[in-house]
């Protein structure tokens, strides 16, 4: 018997996803402009006799707003075109409203972008299954194991399926793990995920691997809300947004050696914009694409420690599945194995992927201090996060008014660790705070270039010297993830202006305890 195939027509694809708040980018950089300067590169030079101005590829990605802070793979091929070119080639990233549903893919296609980076996971969306074999469940489960499958022509051969979308595939990137982090308990076996509500990004394979598991995919809205109020049972992370996004504060039960996916990247170009560069302009960018899938693969999980320490600090509970409870957990998703074997758009990649596991050395367990690790009877855990407000709080001493601060770049590195959740991309710049009757609002100017101010808000309550903040999830802000759901900080007031100490979110550190808050009005 055939087993059936996994995936659906790209017309229903964002039937799923109807959470996902329905944006439409603008792009900045019309086509007309992009030929121009492609055209101009060649011409004489200016009239004053200078060089010729670089060559401009715009880039385009969608990925939470935050540029190439969540891609270094992608940020380190940027910097490698300008270097093997001289600063003759550059590559100019635009930033889009976030989406997820690879809409990065039609944008380039259609000329709107000369190259693109998105999540491999999105392509079986949009209707193109050979990538699924990269997301099977608990299929590539190491960083060794991750660097062989993208640096292995044949495997990666399944890369060439993009280009039935209108697009020309440049590299398939390398990046960190994704894996469980649960509210109530670690999810380790089979028993531990069945009925439990898992938020992820859309994807049809990783839908059927949870299906698989028991468990159902939730998607779209903010993950780090549905946590606090109940309606998700756990999130697929990966050290870097676990961090970013504070989830150590609603889920604080990792699981990581339970691996869902990797989550490589996939670079691609518009095929009409790369034929119209030189050839010494195609050298450089393919071999830049070339030299970043290296690249990707030798540092995917270089700061992996550093973020496990972080979310170790503040609450974070690591628990490890035994050897039995993995096994379980593949003989659960057996089916959907087989099912990629037999169709013959995954057959291919899922049976090199397979041959590469079967030679390659497991991966021992990260390194966990033992106040991080998780022990059976820990779950009280999960009730020591503060309850959000759901409205205007008492006041207290707190000075009401609206306050203001630069963050520089300098700031944001004394806190030893370069995450926070609203300033993905933007953690530098001017900084308005208003408190007034138990209600706040923060927006941020950054000084960062291309990136638009971002505003959210939200209650406050004080008791003595420690204020609670909570965001309003009910509020359409110009930022889809705002800041995190709730809060504490201890206050004092020193010369008119207000003086924190350090947030119960360590990501926030860099907005509370920084610099001085002076009031301004």
């Not at 030929?35 to 969608?62: Q, R």
Request: glycine share 10%; aromatic share 6%.
């Amino acid at each position: 018997m055939t087993a059936p195939r996994i995936g659906r027509a790209h017309e229903t694809a964002s039937e799923e996803g109807k959470g996902v708040r329905e944006r439409r980018w603008a792009p900045a950089v019309a086509l007309a402009a992009v030929v121009t300067a492609l055209g101009g590169c060649t011409a004489a030079g200016p009239k004053s006799g200078g060089p010729d101005p670089p060559v401009e590829l715009v880039m385009i990605n969608h990925d939470s707003g935050s540029g190439l802070e969540t891609a270094p793979a992608v940020a380190w091929f940027v910097d490698r075109v300008r270097d093997l070119s001289g600063g003759q080639l550059v590559v100019r990233g635009e930033i889009g409203p976030w989406a997820t549903h690879g809409e990065e893919v039609g944008t380039v296609a259609g000329g709107r972008a000369d190259l693109g980076w998105v999540g491999s996971r999105v392509f079986d969306l949009l209707g193109v299954r050979e990538l699924q074999p990269l997301h099977a469940p608990f299929l590539i489960d190491s960083y060794e194991l991750q660097a062989a499958v993208v640096n292995d022509p044949a495997s990666t051969a399944m890369l060439s399926a993009v280009g039935r979308l209108g697009v020309e595939p440049l590299a398939l990137l390398a990046d960190e793990m994704r894996f469980p982090a649960a509210t109530a308990r670690p999810l380790l076996g089979p028993a531990d995920w069945r009925g439990a509500q898992i938020w992820m990004l859309e994807s049809d394979v990783q839908r059927a691997a949870l299906h698989a598991l028991g468990a159902t995919a939730r998607y779209g809205g903010d993950p780090r809300q549905m946590l606090h109020d109940g309606t998700l049972d756990g999130v697929e992370q990966m050290w870097m947004y676990y961090t970013s996004g504070a989830m150590y504060v609603p889920a604080p039960y990792v699981t990581p050696n339970v691996v869902l996916s990797p989550r490589t990247t996939v670079l691609f170009g518009n095929p009409d914009s790369l034929r119209r560069l030189t050839a010494a302009q195609q050298r450089w960018l393919r071999q830049a694409a070339r030299e970043s899938i290296a690249e990707s693969a030798e540092h995917a999980d270089d700061l992996v420690p550093e973020r496990i320490a972080l979310a170790c600090r503040y609450g974070g509970r690591i628990a490890l599945a035994t050897e039995g409870q993995q096994a379980a957990l593949h003989r659960a998703v057996e089916p959907l194995y087989a099912a990629l074997r037999a169709d013959p758009a995954t057959a291919g990649g899922m049976a090199r992927i397979e041959e590469l596991k079967a030679r390659t050395p497991a991966e021992p367990a990260p390194a966990i201090a033992d106040s991080c690790r998780y022990r059976p009877g820990e779950e009280q855990v999960a009730t020591l996060r503060p309850t959000p407000l759901t409205g205007p709080g008492p006041t207290g001493e707190l000075p009401a008014g609206t306050y203001r601060y630069l963050l520089t770049v300098e700031d944001v590195q004394l806190t030893g660790s370069n995450q926070d959740s609203m300033l993905h991309g933007s953690r530098a710049g001017v900084f308005t705070w208003t408190m007034q009757n138990g209600e706040w609002t923060a927006t941020v100017h950054p000084s960062a270039p291309g990136i638009a101010p971002r505003k959210c808000g939200g209650w406050y309550a004080v008791h003595g010297d420690t204020a609670q903040f909570t965001t309003n999830p009910a509020l359409d802000w110009n930022d889809p993830h705002c800041l995190p759901p709730t809060w504490t900080a201890q206050w004092t007031v020193q010369d008119g202006s207000i003086r924190w100490g350090r947030p119960s979110v360590g990501v926030l550190a860099p907005l509370f305890n920084l610099a001085r808050w002076e009031r301004i009005g």
